[in-house]
């Protein structure tokens, strides 16, 4: 049979009380008393039932974590770098997939809010409005959205953006373009105008194009717009659609690196194994997983106010196979 509290209070020579006392509010139980009924509960193995203790304390030990898209290789290094250090803190989180659809992200956090102590919200496609509404009796983290008030983790992508431009400009390429990402997207935003100023001051052309489908489906569709255009540096907005473009240039009977360069965000294990190997942008996906479940569990324990911090994390541009300096002719 299970052990229950009171096998524990008989053990310890405690009131039942007492031992409830000493796991959902420890610090008012004397210390020898305390570790006496710990003690009794580990060498009988009683666990107490979390469902029960949030019923009277309202702590679940439980996270909520929503991603735009799990199926995209950007975000499962994250999800598990977050679970990870959750259980670490004693924490527990419960993943879930918006399908890059801002009502369902908004269903899922008001779902969420009922059996969790805080949510972080991965690349969000609601309006900043709309989180500060959502957040207004919940904590919450947004990674890769600056909103007013709330904490954040941002992935320096407008540094990542402004050094693939530079990365082409010095290949040689002066027509570039920039397949942008998804309406509602905070990092195609911040892509899109990091990269503008940065062919400013190279002194190249750059057409952006979108929204677009953050997908492999959605660059083998906007290669059509590369070939319209004449470009030959591309910058995506992952490499999913890095790698779509690709297929679809391909296609068409154009070669990458030779006549097209292609360059990615992300450097997700997609990139790295696609031929050709995919030059990119790495976003530090597993210490943004960290760092939001500890800005997150930081606002959980703030008495009375959770704070706005930032965490910016840096990017990097790594290069591989699919730059080149442009054909002659180009």
Do not use: C
Not at 76 to 91: E, F, M, N, T, W
């Amino acid at each position: 049979m299970a052990v229950t509290i009171r096998d524990v209070a008989r053990a310890a020579g405690v009131h039942v009380s007492t031992v409830s006392r000493t796991f959902s509010a420890p610090n008012l139980v004397k210390v020898d008393t305390r570790e006496r009924v710990l003690a009794a509960a580990a060498e009988l193995g009683y666990r107490p039932n979390q469902a029960a203790r949030a019923l009277t304390t309202g702590v679940t030990h439980n996270l909520g974590l929503i991603v735009a898209d799990i199926a995209n290789p950007f975000f499962p290094p994250l999800i598990k770098s977050a679970q990870s250090y959750a259980r670490v803190r004693g924490y527990q989180v419960f993943v879930a997939d918006t399908d890059e659809d801002p009502r369902a992200e908004e269903e899922l956090i008001s779902i969420l809010a009922k059996q969790v102590d805080g949510v972080v919200l991965v690349s969000p496609r609601l309006s900043n409005a709309a989180i500060a509404g959502l957040s207004a009796d919940l904590p919450f983290v947004v990674v890769n959205r600056n909103v007013k008030g709330l904490p954040a983790v941002l992935m320096d992508i407008s540094s990542g953006a402004a050094t693939a431009v530079e990365h082409l400009a010095g290949l040689g390429h002066r027509r570039l373009m920039l397949l942008g990402g998804p309406r509602g997207s905070w990092t195609s935003e911040q892509m899109r105008k990091s990269a503008a100023a940065a062919a400013e001051r190279s002194g190249v052309s750059l057409e952006i194009t979108g929204p677009n489908a953050p997908t492999e489906r959605g660059g083998q569709l906007a290669a059509a717009a590369v070939l319209a255009a004449g470009a030959t540096g591309i910058i995506a907005y992952n490499d999913l659609m890095a790698i779509g473009t690709i297929e679809g240039l391909s296609g068409s009977g154009v070669e990458v690196p030779r006549e097209v360069s292609v360059v990615g965000v992300d450097d997700t294990v997609a990139g790295r194994v696609a031929r050709p190997k995919l030059t990119t942008i790495a976003m530090p996906t597993q210490e943004a997983g960290r760092s939001a479940v500890d800005l997150l569990l930081h606002a959980i324990d703030m008495p009375g106010g959770r704070g706005a911090a930032k965490t910016t994390l840096e990017t990097s541009l790594v290069v591989r196979e699919s730059t080149a300096p442009p054909p002659p002719s180009k």
